[in-house]
């Protein structure tokens, strides 16, 4: 599929000329699962996403076709017109969102696809979300700023689709830069751009191709361990908004009073955002075997601390270790999805093969395998 089928498709199903957006998926390098804790993150955007192709029909009514799914939807943007279809609730959450908060919408038809693997924890639903916030935005020119867009987009996870994620993955897929990495505070929402271009080294995507449904109650139920943990704390120390703001030592204080497993979360979410601090003052100093450690650190804390990992991609772990892989750890919330390695560029062949090779052995099949290249976040296609 490229630009030129998408829009004969959508020429073909609406007999009318189109614009085309693109928002990416993303990467995070470190900074897992700390966004809705009020912590750092550091991810990029990627060079696979979503793809729209758009016209406001004049109504008040969206016509949708998903060419991945092969399915068409139509439905209107009141409350009561809730299309109950997985794909379409989050067009029609994200319309409802823009509603809610004062802005003038109208109909709209559109033809989409993507490139973004499903369920690989690169975030294929923010860069729908992000293709279409941001076309609307432009097209209908309500002047909403990318941050709120990016809450739009956060909104309609938490109400439409029942994941309640963080701000991270919707913030990097429209403020992506190419050949950069971000450094944001998810509480405060302030950024930093980080060039990122580690000669000598090469950034790739392990796919487990094990399916993980973030909307699963395993998710949610950490996020609620996390804020059990942050309230308790908060007693003791009212300045703790978040998770993230708390030490090691105000957790100790209210070991008695939680649960061991709340425990467990938040000693990885405290220990995760001295990781990215590490990272980011690594990056500076050109230190990737820092870097590397640090995400070895945090894929233990996400495998045995918040218990996200899986058998498939702990075997990846493990792998990388043995093939002395600078950095690997799990990528995105976890249940399975891919590992992220931060691999020389001498020991790329050897590693991808031996992975290959013997994730197949145990499993069955082999790992799907995806070189990172960073690139622009959303924007309208010139073609």
Same mark, same amino acid.
């Given at each position: 599929?490229?630009?030129?089928?998408?829009?004969?498709?959508? @020429?073909?199903?609406?007999?009318?000329?189109? $614009?085309?957006?693109?928002?990416?998926?993303?990467?995070?390098?470190?900074?897992?699962?700390?966004?809705?804790?009020?912590?750092?993150?550091?991810?990029?955007?990627?060079?696979?996403?979503?793809?729209?192709?758009?016209?406001?029909?004049?109504?008040?009514?969206?016509?949708?076709?998903?060419?991945?799914?092969?399915?068409?939807?139509?439905?209107?943007?009141?409350?009561?017109?809730?299309?109950?279809?997985?794909?379409?609730?989050?067009?029609?959450?994200?319309?409802?969102?823009?509603?809610?908060?004062?802005?003038?919408?109208?109909?709209?038809?559109?033809?989409?696809?993507?490139?973004?693997?499903?369920?690989?924890?690169?975030?294929? @639903?923010?860069?729908?979300?992000?293709?279409?916030?941001?076309?609307?935005?432009?097209? &209908?020119?309500?002047?909403?700023?990318?941050? =709120?867009?990016?809450?739009?987009?956060?909104?309609?996870?938490?109400?439409?689709?029942? *994941?309640?994620? +963080?701000?991270?993955?919707?913030?990097? @897929?429209?403020?992506?830069?190419?050949?950069?990495?971000?450094?944001?505070?998810?509480?405060?929402?302030?950024?930093?751009?980080?060039?990122?271009?580690? %000669?000598?080294?090469?950034?790739?995507?392990?796919?487990?191709?094990?399916?993980?449904?973030?909307?699963? $109650?395993?998710?949610?139920?950490?996020?609620? $361990?996390?804020?059990? /943990?942050?309230?308790?704390?908060?007693?003791?120390?009212?300045?703790?908004?978040?998770?993230?703001?708390?030490?090691?030592?105000?957790?100790?204080?209210?070991?008695? =009073?939680?649960?061991? =497993?709340?425990?467990?979360?938040?000693?990885?979410?405290?220990?995760?955002?001295?990781?990215?601090?590490?990272?980011?003052? /690594?990056?500076? =100093?050109?230190?990737?075997?820092?870097?590397?450690?640090?995400?070895?650190?945090?894929?233990?804390?996400?495998?045995?601390?918040?218990?996200? $990992?899986?058998?498939?991609?702990?075997? &990846?772990?493990?792998?990388?270790?043995?093939?002395? *892989?600078?950095? @690997?750890?799990?990528?995105?919330? +976890?249940?399975? +999805?891919?590992?992220?390695?931060? *691999?020389?560029?001498?020991?790329?062949?050897?590693?991808? /093969?031996?992975? %290959?090779?013997?994730?197949?052995?145990?499993?069955?099949?082999?790992?799907?395998?995806?070189? *990172?290249?960073?690139?622009?976040?959303?924007?309208?296609?010139?073609?």
């Amino acid at each position: 599929m490229d630009i030129t089928q998408l829009k004969r498709i959508f @020429s073909e199903r609406f007999g009318q000329d189109c $614009s085309v957006y693109t928002s990416p998926g993303r990467i995070n390098l470190i900074g897992e699962h700390t966004d809705y804790n009020g912590g750092f993150v550091f991810p990029g955007a990627i060079d696979k996403g979503i793809y729209a192709a758009i016209r406001l029909n004049g109504t008040d009514r969206v016509r949708a076709y998903s060419i991945d799914k092969e399915d068409y939807c139509e439905f209107g943007m009141n409350e009561e017109d809730n299309p109950h279809l997985h794909w379409a609730n989050y067009l029609f959450g994200l319309c409802r969102e823009i509603l809610k908060r004062g802005y003038q919408l109208e109909g709209f038809d559109t033809v989409f696809y993507g490139n973004v693997p499903i369920g690989a924890g690169m975030s294929s @639903s923010a860069a729908l979300e992000s293709t279409y916030t941001f076309a609307l935005n432009e097209m &209908l020119h309500l002047g909403i700023d990318k941050f =709120e867009l990016a809450r739009i987009g956060q909104a309609t996870e938490h109400h439409y689709v029942g *994941v309640k994620c +963080g701000i991270m993955d919707q913030f990097a @897929s429209l403020f992506g830069k190419a050949g950069h990495l971000m450094r944001l505070n998810c509480a405060t929402m302030e950024f930093e751009y980080f060039p990122f271009n580690p %000669k000598g080294y090469k950034l790739v995507l392990l796919d487990t191709v094990v399916k993980h449904e973030l909307a699963s $109650s395993a998710y949610n139920r950490r996020r609620e $361990s996390c804020e059990n /943990a942050c309230a308790h704390i908060a007693k003791h120390h009212p300045e703790v908004k978040y998770l993230s703001d708390a030490t090691m030592a105000m957790l100790n204080e209210v070991d008695v =009073e939680i649960p061991a =497993e709340d425990y467990m979360r938040a000693e990885y979410v405290i220990g995760e955002k001295q990781r990215v601090l590490d990272v980011c003052d /690594a990056l500076e =100093e050109g230190d990737y075997e820092t870097v590397g450690d640090r995400m070895y650190g945090t894929h233990y804390g996400m495998s045995k601390l918040y218990e996200v $990992s899986c058998e498939e991609l702990d075997f &990846l772990n493990d792998l990388a270790k043995q093939c002395g *892989v600078t950095g @690997s750890r799990v990528m995105g919330g +976890g249940f399975g +999805g891919c590992t992220i390695n931060l *691999v020389k560029e001498d020991l790329y062949d050897a590693f991808i /093969a031996t992975a %290959k090779e013997k994730f197949a052995a145990r499993f069955g099949h082999e790992p799907k395998v995806y070189d *990172v290249v960073i690139s622009d976040g959303a924007r309208k296609l010139s073609c």
